[in-house]
C-alpha cells in the first residue's frame, strides 16, 4: 500500500511568486492535514480538509489556500511568497478525520530566495 | 490553550543505553497522545500512539510510551538505543474526535554514541 506523496519534493521560488504544492493520501483515506515546519517555529498546523471541506485553520495569513479533490488529493497554495515562507510542509492523511493516526508524507522542502 | 512541552531539547546517549524522552501536555481531558520520529530531510514516522485503554502502550523499533493522566505525561522509553535511533523525536497531541489536528512539542534530538 503506497504512502502519503508529495510532490514536488524540493522548490525555490523568487519572493512575490506564486507556488502549490500536492498531495496524495493513502487509498482509502478522506482527510489530510497540512502543516509548516521551520527551525523557529516547530511544527505549526496550516489547515485540514474533510471531503473536500475545510474542516479547521491554523494561524497562517490568507496567502495560504487549500484545496481538496473527490480523490482525496489535496493542494496547498501560498501566493506572494516571503523569504519567511522558507520552510519543509508536511501533508497527513488520515482514514477518517478524528480519533485514527495520521501518517505523513516525505515534505515538500520550498526555499524562497 | 492546549500545549505539549518538550524539555529536552537535547539528548545524548550511548548505543546499547537506555532511554527516556520526557513530554507534558496541557489539556482539558484526555487527548490522543502521539510519539514521531524524524530523520534528517525526511517526513514523519509514527513511533506510537495512545487513545484510551492500557497506558502503557507498545510501539514500532522496539519503543514503549507510557500515559500518566496525573502527570499530563506520555514519556517515550526503549530500554537499549541503537545507533540507527539518532534522529528527532516529536510528541503530539490530537484534541478532538473528529478532526486530525496535531499540537507538537518542540521535539528532541537523540545523538547515539558508539
Known amino acids: 500500500k503506497a504512502g502519503v506523496t508529495q510532490t514536488p519534493r524540493y522548490l525555490i521560488k523568487t519572493r512575490g511568486q506564486q507556488v502549490t504544492l500536492s498531495c496524495s493520501p493513502i487509498s482509502g483515506h478522506r482527510s489530510v492535514s497540512w502543516y509548516q515546519q521551520t527551525p523557529g517555529q516547530g511544527l505549526q498546523f496550516l489547515f485540514e480538509?474533510?471531503?473536500?471541506?475545510?474542516?479547521n485553520k491554523g494561524n497562517f495569513p490568507g496567502r495560504f489556500s487549500g484545496r481538496q479533490f473527490s480523490n482525496s488529493r489535496s493542494e496547498m497554495n501560498v501566493s506572494t511568497l516571503e523569504l519567511g515562507d522558507s520552510a519543509l510542509y508536511l501533508c497527513a492523511s488520515s482514514l477518517k478525520g478524528g480519533g485514527t493516526e495520521a501518517f505523513f508524507g516525505q515534505g515538500t522542502r520550498l526555499t524562497v530566495v | 490553550a492546549q500545549s505539549v512541552t518538550q524539555p529536552d531539547i537535547h539528548i545524548t546517549v550511548s548505543e546499547g543505553a537506555s532511554l527516556e524522552l520526557r513530554c507534558n501536555y496541557s489539556?482539558?481531558?484526555?487527548?490522543?497522545l502521539f510519539w514521531y520520529v524524524q530523520s534528517p530531510g525526511q517526513g514523519l514516522q509514527l513511533l506510537l500512539k495512545y487513545f484510551s485503554g492500557d497506558t502503557l502502550v507498545q510501539g514500532i523499533k522496539g519503543f514503549e510510551a507510557e500515559f500518566k493522566r496525573s502527570q499530563s505525561s506520555f514519556n517515550l522509553r526503549k530500554p537499549s538505543v541503537h545507533w540507527s535511533d539518532a534522529a528527532e523525536y516529536f510528541c503530539a497531541v490530537g484534541l478532538y474526535h473528529n478532526t486530525d489536528k496535531l499540537i507538537f512539542g518542540t521535539g528532541t534530538r537523540l545523538q547515539v554514541f558508539p
Open positions: 480538509y474533510f471531503s473536500e471541506t475545510q474542516r
Open positions: 489539556y482539558g481531558a484526555t487527548p490522543y
